[in-house]
């Protein structure tokens, strides 16, 4: 590759939320092209009828699935914006056929087959990739995701999770048994299948937990982070749905191992992501909307010395940092980009 | 008093938007009349001039806190809702006159003025009633409110996360030392005063976690929890702002002190609140828009073995059952009405 | 009938939202008991558990259509809140049964079965039941309705149109070439069926025209103003969707035929309304907000010295004026009860 | 100027809405430097303290008016971003210092300061600048922006009206006394001052129309339109604001002067914004969606035959091509850039 090559890309499964997003940034990436956009629900329309912000930009029909195949020569990166579950034949297919494919399902995030059965109910129909993907989280894993063939883009949870828990692990700060994430998402986290929960009439107007303890980014957090000490992490997840498009808040609480300062803490947490661009650590709390629209992880942290606890939040956009921008970034470092191609801004308020 | 007779109440602080919740309640209770409302910033406008939804139905004008003193003559209840340091002075005055008073400021819930004064920053005004004042939760005091003269109705937060939590301490089914109380709030907690942090732009699309560790309602919670188990409670309280007008959802965390059943814990709550008709408890997960327009506090309970914690989550409109309704139950008990009257009406969705 | 009695009603089509909210007012409501409640979706569901504010309220499960006619025997007033095209058959069955009908849905709205083909794009099942059918906005037809057999609850935006308008079009004000009503309403007026176009994400942050010149709604406005006058009004209707979840403002333009003051025609208005609770002629410009929750139409008058032209604005609750608050008004007026019976509160802010 | 060179601008009223979304594209343009930031209300604190999504991008304090003067050196533009009457001064003075001024307040829009004082109730003190100045809607003035010292940025609902009109007008096609727009805004267009009507709560789940024919950007609207068509339109202009962020639909209805097919219609827009890269002319209706985040303006024609009607719709982001993004693009005019530089995205949605 020659700098300032133009790379060739496709996104399956571009008409969802997360796969949206994608588009709108490579749209506005200096250093790839789009070389299809497929979808099962919309091919043969043009892209542009199905989102009407990008008439004047893609002139695109959406294909199908089969038509994905006759496309293959030339791309560089596959992305794979499909629901958990749809993703693992065609991911299999195509890194069989030498592909590098960065798919944002939860297929390839968990490293066993057991566990990725007890959580979404299915045989996994790739195992013998399992072991091979690599977790696309760049801050704790940029090295192998490099060369990576198959990267598991995280979840939106997950990311906003390890991103706020990972520096007191990997420090030992924390008691590993008193973990507590408690997750606040907008509404295009639920993606965009018809569902009366999802509503307007249903959403707005009201804040509702669910999933406690049940919901399937939980196992993926607890192996992130329980790898990152080679130890064993089990924590009490609970995501709540919240009126609002976009932007997830995780409120983290942890007993301190020992007593610490909180300049103590946030200069160990800019040490860990002093060489990481997309992660703010701040001297104040964070809100979802100062990241809105962008690709960075803003994290706060608080003492209560009361009872001796450690709370960090992080707040992230679930569509971008929380996925699609992260596949970017993943993308820019699998293909020797700046990481920060193409998502160099700040998040757009009000 | 006879059956029948109708009670003279009058409203101090008609205007913010907790006064006005009261004014929609009082207007729709059968038994009482609303001798006067008055307002710091309003007063001689009509006060269907500034809530225009009670033209036609309230052709008062709003007069000062001057006026008061000249309408103290057969009134029954006085409600005060003013903001916090803003309401000893009055309420001092009009205890010493006889009057009855429930105030729905965070003036007279505290028990010690040391503890009143490092968390409001304030020398309390009215010490000699802070031993005196009956903390108005109806479903642990109900017996102490029925002769009260001076009801310091409580806050909002607390009143989601005392309900919550007081199954468990009462029956120690918890490690003390473990609780958590997550709390997300509609921005008209913040109430009516200008704020840029109010304002539209500033919080719709957007979550924030905000006082961490040192929101005032931290010790209001302590102390009534303390209270119920003759201990000493030290918890963490962690409240959001969520893009919504109305409601509170308190997610509380805890271990458990020996394991249980989550049917015997149902139960437990049941028993607990079975002659509280406002208490709803729950098979399943509540959510704030069931409760909104209401004055019941729907209540969920969750375990997770994994971590061997129990979850409580507790969903109530911060206005009624937060604010202006516990002050209708509070009054109905305190006159021998039904508890319910003029408060038995269900929530509205959407 | 005598003073006191408690009249029996049934609700078919319980679980959309202008059923439920027609639960929540029969539910509040002194004189009726609730036989009934009949769904196509949740038929032998709790109906608190499909709308669980009712927990603690309403105990019946949903029943079928087909067990509606086993429990005919003793009902006083059958409301039917189906889509239109799904009412017809049944209206025509409990009618010829002897049943006092109230069908809120369009299906007895339009006196012509051509122009019901034509807008509707459906053959008429009842066309014989077309010129009996009471078109029940009480403003106008009070005395019809008294004695009704089967009742026409008007649609949403033709009860805030239709109330903006009349006075001038009866007092002969306007050039009726001229009328343009553009309204805007919340998204219930959308139902709760699954709609990719009603999901959280597609309304919020947004708002559009749709149906510009060729909503449903648009033949009934004319229809009612044409009677008004025995003539024959055309005009132009657009309505938009706003992103809240209950409301309606309609914005009416319209060329004075002559000059004429504010005042003369605030006081036109007022006379016009005079004996009608449930309309309130303001001297100010209406909000939705004032009226959520209520049964009231506001409404306010502007004229433009600049353009001769007057610009009456109507704001309304599409759930309760524009639906089910208005099926209760008929029924009041039909049943001999107060027509502010379970009606008489002012609109819940915020 | 050499292809490449780096312009320096600065903002006076950075702080604002408008300001902010300035800073924003500023900070994305190519071809820029930001020499300062000015703010009467936050001078001396860091501006991403303020507007906490520039952390990391924006290290500047914020200036205060007076440190104005001193960075005035090779300043190409300065862009003002003052309330209305708070910009004529420090305009009069950039501009007679040879410095360009692109100026968002409405002091310099109207050509008669009669009218403005009419208006706006202010003596005007820049008369003799209000000849020299030049209305800054590139689609109509391009050629006069590019060698202009003092453009007057348009106003967010005259941008929208007068791109929905100008075909129209130009092409002789309507009758000039029919003109009505009936817009709806988000709230950002109210500005970040305190205001009880802004606060959350006061604008969440309401609509209302206010400012009916006596808004004013109803002069601003009809100079531009009467010149276009050197004639004299006099129209009714009716705004609303409406629960949201961000975004302007403006419904302009205008009754045809002769018959003409929409077929013809969209071509003629077509035609008449042909070179206009921010305009796209749609066959089906805008929704403010589909731009938000973005310069573009949509617009979309329908006809009623049956009241012999021409509706136009458009579409805009109030803060970007109704404010920030079309001062920009009146930048890139002025100082040679591609006129989309740095403003070459499509919305981004949900």
Redesign the interface.
Known sequence: MLVGDIMNVGVIGATG?AG?QLV?LL??HKRVNISFLASHSYSDNLYSSV???????IQNNCINIQQVYENLSSLDIAFIALPHGKSMDITKDLVSKGIRVIDLSADFRLNSPEVYKKWYGLEHGGKELLQESIYGLPELNRDSIKNGQLIANPGCYPTASILALAPLLKNNLIDI??I?I?A?S???GAG?S???N?????????????G??NHRHTPEIEQELSDLINGNI???F?P?L??????I?A?C?NKLAQRCSVEALEEIYKDFYSHN?FV?V?E???????????N?C?IGI???N??N?V?V?AAIDNLIKGAAGQAIQNMNIMLGFDEWEGLN??????
């Not at 104040?284 to 962008?294: A, H, N, R």
């Not at 801004?345 to 009000?350: A, K, L, N, Q």
């Open positions: 939320y949206q709108w749209n506005n989102y009407k912000n990008y008439k004047g930009f048994d008193t507590i408690d606040k907008g509404v295009s965009r018809l569902n009366t999802t509503l307007f009439c249903e959403c707005n107007e009201s804040v509702k937990a669910y406690i303890g089990s924590l009490l609970t709540h919240i009126p609002m498009n976009r932007g808040l409120t609480y661009y703010r701040l104040y709390i964070p809100e979802t909307k100062w990241v809105k629209g962008s960075f803003d608080v003492l209560d009361k009872t606890r709370i939040i801004f700040p998040g757009m308020i009000p």
